[in-house]
T-cell receptor, first 112, second 114 residues
Framework: NAGVTQTPKFQVLKTGQSMTLQCAQD?????MSWYRQDPGMGLRLIHY???????DQGEVPNGYNVSRSTTEDFPLRLLSAAPSQTSVYFC???????????FGAGTRLSVL | AQSVTQPDIHITVSEGASLELRCNYS??????LFWYVQSPGQGLQLLLK??????LVQGIKGFEAEFKRSQSSFNLRKPSVHWSDAAEYFC????????????FGRGTSLIVHP
């Protein structure tokens, strides 16, 4: 099994550009999440989903959109990139609430 | 609100020495507790978890952790560190509000000297 797959691995954007970070899992997990990781800040939750068609905001949702049309996919959209969104982004999935999370390898994003 | 504190930003140990990484949590009930490890350039991988029962839990790579309710702690230990253990370690506890999506500590970076 591939587990959680994130694409792309690296991306450079200019301020104001938009893009979508892709996340797919093949474990039939209901729960999926997006985190950003910044030095000294740990992982902060951006958005999460508890099933297809259901999403909610996490700790740092501003500037990001998500949707969940299928169980497998949970894309993260940057509407108008800003330098403050330079970060490493991780997607994770879990079978149920409070359970073990499985992480993708991350997307390293730079916004110039 | 649920929270996790990892007091040590960096820990340096010599190869072969013992290790203890600290984790303190704030949680309204008996929590689920997790330790994850992140090797450089990689995603996070589960080391071990506590759900209930025996308060001393064993994980992968020779790690163990002990849940101490009276101290609100879940410290990670290893009796003899290997150079390959150099990584970032994160403690996590489910958040409140029904989703129970994990809240992570800020992480402890482990440096291993030969």
């Amino acid at each position: 099994n591939a587990g959680v797959t994130q694409t792309p691995k690296f991306q450079v954007l200019k301020t104001g550009q938009s893009m979508t970070l892709q996340c797919a899992q093949d474990m039939n997990h209901e729960y999926m999440s997006w985190y950003r990781q910044d030095p000294g800040m740990g992982l902060r939750l951006i958005h999460y989903s508890v099933g297809a068609g259901i999403t909610d905001q996490g700790e740092v949702p501003n500037g990001y959109n998500v949707s969940r049309s299928t169980t497998e996919d949970f894309p993260l959209r940057l509407l108008s990139a800003a330098p403050s969104q330079t970060s490493v982004y991780f997607c994770a999935s879990s079978y149920s609430s409070g359970n073990i999370q499985y992480f993708g390898a991350g997307t390293r994003l730079s916004v110039l | 609100a649920q929270s996790v504190t990892q007091p040590d930003i960096h820990i340096t140990v010599s190869e072969g020495a013992s290790l203890e990484l600290r984790c303190n949590y704030s949680y309204g009930a008996t929590p689920y507790l997790f330790w994850y490890v992140q090797s450089p350039g990689q995603g996070l991988q589960l080391l071990l978890k506590y759900f209930s029962g025996d308060t001393l839990v064993q994980g992968i790579k020779g790690f163990e952790a002990e849940f101490k309710r009276s101290q609100s702690s879940f410290n990670l230990r290893k009796p003899s560190v290997h150079w390959s253990d150099a990584a970032e370690y994160f403690c996590a506890v489910p958040s409140s509000g029904g989703s129970y999506i994990p809240t992570f500590g800020r992480g402890t970076s482990l440096i291993v000297h030969p």
